[in-house]
């Protein structure tokens, strides 16, 4: 895929585009789902964590399900991870996260 002037995410602009991913055979489309990602660039090296080149420290709970009302608050707390299961479950708590800001 191609964006023009794509605009990278981070904890302070969490810009997110949506993905719409098709699979043809032929003239038949056989499925489709579609799905939000942001443009990031997460290293780990000797002077710590960055994100897009920039320094970044993480602070935040484990959590298992998020409102965005809860995640706001957190993000005003100064929070900026959340750590949740790698679970289908836990995909509510991944969205809302993305959209809010958390790595």
């Not at 990602?37 to 420290?57: I, K, Q, V």
């Not at 706001?72 to 509510?92: F, H, M, T």
């Amino acid at each position: 895929a191609v964006v023009p002037e794509a605009s990278a995410w981070s904890p302070e602009a969490p810009h997110l585009y949506l993905a719409v991913c098709e699979v043809w055979q032929g003239e038949v489309r056989n499925g489709s789902t579609s799905l939000r990602l942001g443009l990031r660039d997460f290293r780990a090296g000797p002077r710590g964590l960055r994100c897009n080149g920039r320094p970044l420290t993480l602070r935040g709970p484990e959590v298992t399900e998020l409102s965005e009302a809860e995640a706001l608050r957190l993000r005003s707390e100064g929070r900026n991870l959340l750590v949740c299961p790698a679970i289908e479950a836990a995909a509510g708590v991944w969205d809302v996260a993305s959209r809010v800001g958390f790595a």
